[in-house]
């Protein structure tokens, strides 16, 4: 990994499950999470995802990219536009900094009305370690030889 490297994006259809499964795996019972006339009522056009969602997809999208040995070190993201039942968040991000196995990623989630996240993840990659496998040669056993031993005819 290299400063500059760009993730392959990471496309995301933003469904009504998605957003309740979201918001009751995160205990966020606000009803503008879950209760579409609710959410009307609040001034919204539908139930939007929440923040603690966005904050769980854009840790897959960077542990997908880096692997099972990624750690997380820092997320820091800022939520722009909301995420409505319908419509897809496409999530993209560019290595800004690398310090050895720790990377530094830029990290925007778009959607149909504009950027719903961007931020930074701070991401430690740690470097696998070589065990050298022991090699087992088979040391040659000696076949005692008997005299004459293949040598005999066979009489027809």
């Known amino acids: 990994m290299k400063s500059g490297d760009e993730l392959p994006p990471l496309t995301i259809p933003i469904t009504r499950t998605l957003i309740v499964a979201g918001a009751i795996a995160s205990r966020d019972y606000q009803d503008v999470h879950h209760d579409a006339e609710l959410a009307r009522e609040k001034g919204s056009p539908d139930i939007f995802m929440n923040i603690l969602t966005t904050n769980g997809l854009v840790g897959r999208y960077i542990t997908d990219h880096f692997g099972p040995s990624a750690v997380l070190r820092r997320v820091a993201i800022r939520l722009g536009a909301p995420n409505y039942p319908g419509d897809t968040m496409t999530l ?11 990377a530094q990623v830029r990290v925007v989630g778009a959607n149909g009305i504009g950027h ?6 701070t991401v430690t990659v740690p ?28 009489g027809s």
């Open 92 to 102: 993209t991000g560019t290595v800004t900094e690398v310090e050895g196995d720790t």
């Open 116 to 121: 719903h996240v961007t931020g930074t993840v």
């Open 127 to 154: 470097v696998p370690v070589t065990v050298p496998v022991p090699v087992t040669v088979p040391v040659p056993v000696p076949v005692p030889v008997t005299e004459g031993a293949g040598t005999e005819e066979t």
